[in-house]
């Protein structure tokens, strides 16, 4: 007999987006601290289990524990996150590019649930309204609610990245992620840059968003009015408690400091502050080639 799958997510998995709301105009988002997989496809999308726990394809390492220590430390910053593994359908990338049939970082690596046999329209179409559509629709959500409440919201992508690529190291332990300059991306990477005893900071890297059509800033930006900006943390430097509060702290005094009175511009919408944003030909980021 013939079945028809008409749903992902079953009454045993977890909810697509986890969601803590505190008073406050600040939000972090994690949309790859998830690793779960829905149990109607193939345990760890069909790829090897060890594979799968240590991939950056699979899930940001270590950014679910930074969200547990940004719970206990911040009682005026709300936490939304995704629970599933950015394998199923990547919440930071735009629906036509979500799925990858294969690993970013290792071309020979297949996910197996990610083929055409596995994942075919429906499919495809079932991860997008249960997976990507709920994570946005609350994110939406929660920036409407802070900004009714305070007037403003500063929201903060969080990321790790890998300590290498293509078996280079690299030279950067946290970046930034942005399509263009606004008050609230110079203001943060300002701050980013005086403190470069402690991080080793690089504008920009080790991704750049302005270059990456498949990336996601864009439609973020769209819908939510947002001055869109992504943090990029090394995940060695989170991989110990020790490495993890030190980076709590650094968003604490980062966020004290964006608080301030005199920088109510990074906290408003990007249609109220775009006669401060430079055309992309004068952004010398914007501008220059890819890494
Ligand atoms: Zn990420």
């Not at 079945?3 to 008073?23: F, M, R």
């Not at 779960?36 to 790829?47: D, I, N, Y």
């Not at 940001?60 to 009682?75: C, E, R």
């Not at 500063?154 to 790790?160: A, L, N, P």
């Amino acid at each position: 007999m013939k079945t028809t799958v008409t749903k992902l997510l079953g009454d045993n998995d977890p909810e697509p987006v986890s969601i803590i709301s505190k008073p406050g105009k600040i939000i972090f988002s994690g949309p790859h601290n998830g690793r779960s997989v829905p149990e109607c496809l193939p345990p760890f999308m069909g790829t090897n289990e060890n594979w799968f726990n240590n991939a950056h394809d699979a899930h940001d390492l270590h950014m679910d524990k930074v969200f547990t220590a940004l719970d206990k430390s911040f009682d005026d910053a709300s936490l939304i996150w995704g629970n599933y593994s950015r394998l199923l359908f990547d919440l930071n990338t735009m629906p036509d590019y979500a799925i990858n049939p294969r690993s970013s970082e290792n071309g020979n690596i297949i996910i197996p649930a990610n083929q055409t046999d596995q994942c075919c329209t429906k499919q495809r179409s079932l991860r997008f309204n249960e997976i990507y559509c709920p994570y946005h629709g609350a994110k939406t959500q929660l920036i409407n609610e802070k900004r009714n409440e305070h007037g403003g919201v500063i929201v903060i992508d969080m990321h790790s990245f890998t300590p290498t690529w293509d078996q280079v190291k690299r030279n950067v332990e946290v970046g930034t992620i942005r399509c263009e300059k606004t008050p609230l991306s110079q203001e943060f990477e300002n701050y980013l840059k005086h403190m470069q005893d402690e991080f080793l900071f690089v504008s920009g890297e080790p991704y750049r968003v302005a270059q990456r059509l498949s990336n996601a800033a864009a439609l973020i930006t769209d819908n939510n009015d947002l001055q869109y900006l992504g943090l990029e943390i090394r995940n060695d430097l989170i991989a110990t408690d020790e490495g993890i509060d030190k980076i709590v702290t650094l968003l604490k005094n980062i966020t004290q400091h964006l608080s301030q009175p005199e920088f109510i511009d990074v906290t408003k919408r990007r249609t109220e502050i775009s006669s401060q944003i430079p055309p992309k030909h004068d952004d010398i980021y914007g501008s220059c080639p890819i890494l």
